[in-house]
Nanobody, 123 residues
Framework: EVQLVQFGGGSVQAGGSLRLACAAS????????IGWFRQTPGKERSGVYCTSTSDGNTYVARSVRGRFTISEDNAKNTVFLQMNDLRPEDTGLYYC????????????????WGQGTQVTVSS
C-alpha cells in the first residue's frame, strides 16, 4: 500500500525557516515524481516544488524560487522541503504528493497524497 506521511510545519515569523518531511512507504521515491503543494482557504492546491528523478525535471513556483529547496534521504525514503526566508504569503496547508510519470505542477495528476501540514508565517 502506498502511503505518504508528513512531518514538520508550524508557525514562524517572516524571515524564518521551516522544513517539511514526507516519508513514503509502499514505493520508492526514485521511481515516482514528487510534488509539494500549497492550499489556502477557498483555493485549489497549487504546485510549489515538484521534481522527478526519473526524468530529471523540476518545477519551482516563481514565488518560492531561491528560497525553497527539495532534498531526499533515500535510506529513509523521505523527501524534505526546506523553506527559507518565509513570507506571510507562504502561509497555507502543505501537501506532499506522488505520481508515476514525469514532473507536473497539476495536483489532479497526483494519485497519492500526504495528510497535509499547516505552515503559518506571521509578519
Amino acid at each position: 500500500e502506498v502511503q505518504l506521511v508528513q512531518f514538520g510545519g508550524g508557525s514562524v515569523q517572516a524571515g524564518g525557516s521551516l522544513r517539511l518531511a514526507c516519508a513514503a512507504s509502499g514505493f520508492i521515491f526514485d521511481e515516482y515524481s514528487i510534488g509539494w503543494f500549497r492550499q489556502t482557504p477557498g483555493k485549489e492546491r497549487s504546485g510549489v516544488y515538484c521534481t522527478s528523478t526519473s526524468d530529471g525535471n523540476t518545477y519551482v513556483a516563481r514565488s518560492v524560487r531561491g528560497r525553497f529547496t527539495i532534498s531526499e534521504d533515500n535510506a529513509k525514503n523521505t523527501v524534505f522541503l526546506q523553506m527559507n526566508d518565509l513570507r506571510p504569503e507562504d502561509t497555507g496547508l502543505y501537501y506532499c504528493a506522488a505520481r508515476t510519470g514525469g514532473v507536473s505542477d497539476n495536483a489532479d495528476r497526483y494519485a497519492y497524497w500526504g495528510q497535509g501540514t499547516q505552515v503559518t508565517v506571521s509578519s
